[in-house]
């Protein structure tokens, strides 16, 4: 299987900070991930697929970059309500799919 | 738009069988365009998928899990299910159904989740 690696595990931040979480996949994945945002008690929610495409409704301060086996997920200027678990997931094998750990956004 | 709701027991008890079901509206189950997948959350840890299934019936599991799991899907219903044999504490989760295109989209469609807890 194709192992998903996050970090930061955990991020604390001010409100309109950058933050970056990074993924990186054990193998090239292309450009197959996709970027989840998780909040208490909810299920996850679609941010960013194809490792840049914007999801419908997502605010534009998310972005997503990378190919082949590393890949990020900005968040230009953090608000309150972004925070959240954030998940990042492979298709490349669409047979086996594979999370990140995770890492928790927190606001300072 | 695809609305994903799972039911089944909240408590299982260890060495039995967990058995859930996913009910799905606003799309056709039979649709050459989505696999189904199964997913779930021990309290406090990371997504793990267990498994898919596509409207013809060919099944994909998670390689930790093969030997224990099942997904079927019953068309008449509209649903598809999860059973997972020989449970403990371990299986203790958050199980979520979930769907995505075909052509390695990713999962856009999931259900709101139900905690299963293995108990004596």
């Known amino acids: 299987d194709i192992q998903m690696t996050q970090s930061p595990s955990s991020v604390s931040a001010s409100v309109g900070d950058r933050v970056i979480i990074t993924c990186r996949a054990s193998q090239n994945i292309d450009f197959w991930l996709a970027w989840y945002q998780q909040k208490p008690g909810k299920a996850p929610k679609l941010l960013i697929y194809t490792a840049s495409s914007l999801e419908s409704g997502v605010p534009t301060r998310f972005s997503g970059s990378g190919s082949g086996t590393d890949f990020t997920l900005t968040i230009s200027s953090l608000q309150p309500e972004d925070s959240a678990t954030y998940y990042c997931?492979?298709?490349?094998?669409?047979?086996?799919?594979?999370f990140g750990g995770g890492t928790k956004v927190e606001i300072k | 738009q695809l609305q994903l709701q799972e039911s089944g027991p909240g408590l299982v008890k260890p060495s039995e069988t967990l058995s859930l079901t996913c009910a799905v509206s606003g799309g056709s189950i039979t649709s050459s365009s989505y696999y189904w997948a199964w997913i779930r959350q021990p309290p406090g840890k990371a997504l793990e998928w267990i498994g898919s299934?596509?409207?013809?019936?060919?099944?994909y599991y998670n390689l930790s899990l093969k030997s224990r799991v099942t997904i079927s899907m019953d068309t008449s219903r509209r649903q598809f299910s999860l059973k997972l044999t020989s449970v403990t504490a371990t299986d203790t989760a958050v199980y979520y159904c979930?769907?995505?295109?075909?052509?390695?989209?990713?999962?856009?469609?999931w259900g709101q989740g139900t905690l299963v807890t293995v108990s004596s």
């Open positions: 997931q492979q298709s490349s094998s669409f047979a086996a799919l594979t």
């Open positions: 979930a769907s995505n295109g075909v052509g390695k989209r990713p999962l856009d469609y």
């Open positions: 299934i596509y409207y013809s019936g060919t099944t």
